[in-house]
């Protein structure tokens, strides 16, 4: 098992602290960028970056695709903070370390967690460029004994045994939904499940039909475990997917996905999911969000209501 000494509530509030002795702002939305999708980081306004190479004990980014800075700023005139670039597993960072950022974020008062990521598409009726709004995860790592959370308990972020029967927000989903309508997209916005492996290799035939007959409409190597910790200290989530590929179920295909290709299409389709999130975040309003909705009892624990 990984050594969690530095997984310490502590280690964590060195981070937040040294990023508020640096800005003023005080965001409550926090937005990861998944591979390719940089350019919302970009749109935000009055622009405070920091690169994770600066900030004390942040992992360092590795992959293509992944830029490396923290940047604070305006979206529709609400303060978020945006990783362009996360952390992935593959990289050889344990996945305390892929997913201390969120714990950063608690610390900062950060209360939406906004994740996305690029996916390859399990579900025949997904195509390529779609956006699909992540309904469940199915947490293939943490099934198998790979979770973030092991190892002592920290309980001022969150209780031993997390319940994470409602882990993506049903009413940010349904807002979604609704700026999704508006803005002319449904014919390419879904929802569904989302499934993270370990990667970097992308799936075998036998293990792309796997991960389709238990339930997975979309496949990636992110995102679950940045949820499960999430979920654990409290914060509401809404993820999405762009789906950047078919993943292959057939043997007698020539085709043969690479990461490049995953960026081209993430990056010809980042403006449209722009648009959802900008949408998105500029209708988020607290009140109509309140926890009097059964479903969130998670955050009620926390809260200790
Ligand atoms: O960070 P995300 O999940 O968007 O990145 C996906 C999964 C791999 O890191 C990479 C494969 O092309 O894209």
């Known amino acids: 098992m990984q050594a969690k000494e530095n997984f310490s509530f502590e280690y964590c509030r060195e981070t ?3 990023l508020q002795a640096r800005t003023k702002q005080r965001p409550r939305i926090a937005i990861i960028c ?3 999708l940089g350019l919302l980081a970009d749109s935000l306004k009055n622009q405070e970056s920091f690169r994770y190479t600066d900030i004390p004990n942040f992992p360092h980014s590795t992959v293509t695709g992944h830029d490396g800075h923290l940047i604070f700023g305006e979206l529709q005139g609400k303060l978020c903070v945006c990783m362009k670039g996360r952390f992935h597993m593959y990289e050889g960072y344990p996945l305390w370390k892929v997913t201390f950022p969120i714990r950063v974020f608690k610390l900062l008062g950060i209360e939406i967690l906004l994740v996305t990521n690029a996916a390859g598409a399990l579900a025949e009726s997904f195509h390529i460029g779609d956006l699909m709004i992540i309904r469940d995860h199915i947490n293939l790592l943490g099934l198998a004994g790979q979770n973030p959370l092991l190892g002592p308990n920290e309980e001022r972020f969150g209780p031993r045994f997390p319940a994470l029967s409602d882990a993506y927000d049903g009413k940010i989903r349904a807002l979604a939904m609704e700026v999704a309508r508006d803005l002319g997209y449904t014919s390419f916005v879904k929802e569904g499940v989302y499934c993270m492996v370990g990667g970097p290799n992308f799936e075998s035939i036998a293990e792309a039909r796997l991960l389709h007959l238990l339930g ?5 190597m992110s995102t679950a475990a940045e949820v499960v910790v999430a979920r654990h200290c409290g914060l509401r989530v809404f993820g999405v997917s762009l789906i950047t590929n078919q993943v292959t179920k ?3 295909t020539q085709e043969h996905i690479d990461h490049h290709e995953v960026l081209e299409v993430s990056q010809r389709r980042a403006s449209t999911l722009r648009m ?3 949408e998105l975040v500029g209708r988020l309003e607290w009140n109509s969000l309140s926890n009097s909705d059964p479903e969130d009892n998670q955050t009620a624990y926390q809260n200790g209501t």
Do not use: H, P, R
């Not at 997975?216 to 990636?220: E, F, K, S």
């Open 16 to 18: 937040a602290d040294w």
């Open 34 to 36: 998944g591979s390719g």
């Open 216 to 220: 997975a409409d979309a496949v990636g």
């Open 250 to 252: 057939e043997y007698d």
């Open 276 to 278: 959802l999130l900008t």
